[in-house]
């Protein structure tokens, strides 16, 4: 299972930090994609958080249930207006089950690669696809390893340098982990620093991962706005669907 790294402090000060991860024209296409997806079905959220998604998502009418790690972050969607509307479970998303069956499963924000072995990204798979109905999809969004910009020899790619913010990723090419480094001040003045794990994984192996769990790949695309996925794209958005 995966490590909880997200207690109360992280929590209170998510939404805040991740700002630019809110703002309308971010979340807007990711709903409008989702919500087409699920028809008028349920919703599994893996790993959702203070509710980026979730919320808008439910505000469309879908009917969405969640499963998340951190019980802090979950306080934190519980104060927030329109909540009520979301089930939400606690766990690790590789295992965790939950009743009834759903049109749509997805995970955002490259939060699969918090599962840091690849058995637990197959196992993660494998447990979206036991939730989902017949002809039911599975999304996900999630970076592209960017090991072009790693010169011979190195290992860190930085991602932020900024005056409040020093942020790099610190790359291990033999176990695909990697660990996003980042070290700035607090509003309150203190310094601080924190190291979160995660396991990068390629397109490529993610389709093999949902053959395995009996899915196949619907669509892949560069982005929520359906830009066209290429060799330069930093990110991927993709679909994959059970039998019908």
Known sequence: MPEDLWGPDVARRYDETSADMFA???????????????????????????????????????????????????????SKPGAERIDVTIGDFASTRVEGEFSLAYVVYSTIMNLTTQEEQVACFRNVAAHLRAGGCFVVEVMVPELRRLPPGQSFVPFDVSPPHVGFDEYDVVSQRLVSHHYGRRDDGLFEAVSIPFRYVWPAELDLMAQLAGLTLRERWGGWGREAFTELSPDHVSVWETPS
């Open 24 to 78: 309308p024209e971010v979340v807007g296409p990711a709903v409008e994609f989702l919500a087409a997806l699920a028809g008028d079905g349920a919703a599994l959220e893996l790993g959702v958080g203070t509710g980026r998604i979730a919320l808008p998502l439910s505000e469309r009418g879908v009917r969405v249930h969640g499963i998340d790690l951190s019980p802090a972050m979950v306080a934190e969607l519980r």
